[in-house]
């Protein structure tokens, strides 16, 4: 692949990542009638796992997980318990809330990101880029509060 089919890449992989995350809320406010959240959230995770299991194996991407570093184990699992604490207040939100308010809301970690990316990894957005983000932030309160 080259840089700019990897650079271009990207966008395709965030967009479908964003009409997914879109669906999730939809399918997961139906679908927290007559449960609790934190089943729901088991449930979810179990189908994860299954559906994540056959496309590693079937695209042949399975490696032995003892081959990684103690580093990867570290940051994958605090990923992981980050992750599990998100959905678990993302479908407690959900169950109580509206999905369009929800939803917006939690897209404040897009802020999050940033600032943690700034302060974490070293990354520098642009002027252009801050913009964009003080765009999306405010957006995003405008949804989400009244």
């Known amino acids: 692949m080259t840089d700019s089919a990897a650079q271009s890449g990207w ?3 965030a967009l479908l990542s964003a009409a997914f995350a879109a669906l999730t809320a939809i399918f997961a406010k139906i679908g927290l009638a007559g ?6 959230t088991l449930i979810r995770t ?4 299954g559906v ?3 496309f590693v ?6 490696m032995n997980p003892l081959t990684l570093s103690g580093r990867t184990w570290l940051f994958l699992v605090l990923s992981g318990l980050a992750t599990g604490a998100s959905w678990t207040c993302y479908f407690r939100a959900l169950k109580i809330g ?5 939803a917006p809301v939690d897209k404040l ?12 990894l070293g990354e520098r957005p642009s002027l252009r880029e801050w913009l964009g983000i003080a765009m999306v932030g405010a957006g995003v309160v405008v949804l989400a509060f009244k």
């Open 109 to 120: 970690s897009l802020l999050l990101v940033v600032l943690f990316a700034v302060l974490f």
């Open 52 to 54: 994540l299991g056959v």
């Open 11 to 13: 966008l395709l992989w």
């Open 35 to 40: 449960v609790n959240s934190d089943m729901a």
């Open 98 to 102: 509206e999905a369009s308010k929800v």
């Open 57 to 62: 194996q079937a695209t042949g991407r399975w």
């Open 46 to 49: 179990v189908v994860i796992l």
